[in-house]
C-alpha cells in the first residue's frame, strides 16, 4: 500500500520561508518522478514543482520560480519543498504526488499517488 505523507506546513508572515516533507512507503521511490501541486480556496488543483527519479530533473511553475526549490533523498523515500520570500497569494494545501513515470511531468493526469496535503497560511 503506497502512502505519501506531508509534514512542515504553517502559518508564515510574507517574505517568511517554509520547508515542507513528503514521506514515501509501499512503492519503489527511486523509480518515480514526484511532485508537489498546491489547491487554494475555491480554487483547481496548480502544478508547483516536479523532480525526475534521479533527482537531476526539475521544472517549476513560473509562479515559484527562483523561490521554491524541490529536491529529494531516495535514501530516505523524501521529497522536499523549501519555500523562501513566501506571499498571501501562496496559501493553500499543499500537496506531493508520486507520478506514473521516471521523468518529470507537469500534467495532474501523470501522478497516482497523492498525500493528504498540507496546510500552507501566508499573512500579509
Known amino acids: 500500500q503506497v502512502q505519501l505523507v506531508e509534514s512542515g506546513g504553517g502559518l508564515v508572515q510574507t517574505g517568511g520561508s517554509l520547508r515542507l516533507s513528503c514521506a514515501a512507503s509501499g512503492l519503489t521511490f527511486a523509480s518515480y518522478a514526484m511532485g508537489w501541486f498546491r489547491q487554494a480556496p475555491g480554487k483547481e488543483r496548480d502544478f508547483v514543482a516536479t523532480i525526475s527519479g534521479s533527482g537531476y530533473s526539475i521544472k517549476y511553475a513560473d509562479s515559484v520560480k527562483g523561490r521554491f526549490a524541490i529536491s529529494r533523498d531516495n535514501a530516505k523515500n523524501t521529497v522536499y519543498l523549501q519555500m523562501n520570500n513566501l506571499r498571501p497569494e501562496d496559501t493553500a494545501i499543499y500537496y506531493c504526488?508520486?507520478?506514473?513515470?521516471?521523468?518529470?511531468?507537469?500534467?495532474?493526469?501523470?501522478?497516482?499517488?497523492w498525500g493528504q496535503g498540507t496546510q500552507v497560511t501566508v499573512s500579509s
Open positions: 504526488a508520486a507520478a506514473t513515470r521516471y521523468t518529470i511531468t507537469v500534467s495532474l493526469d501523470d501522478y497516482r499517488y
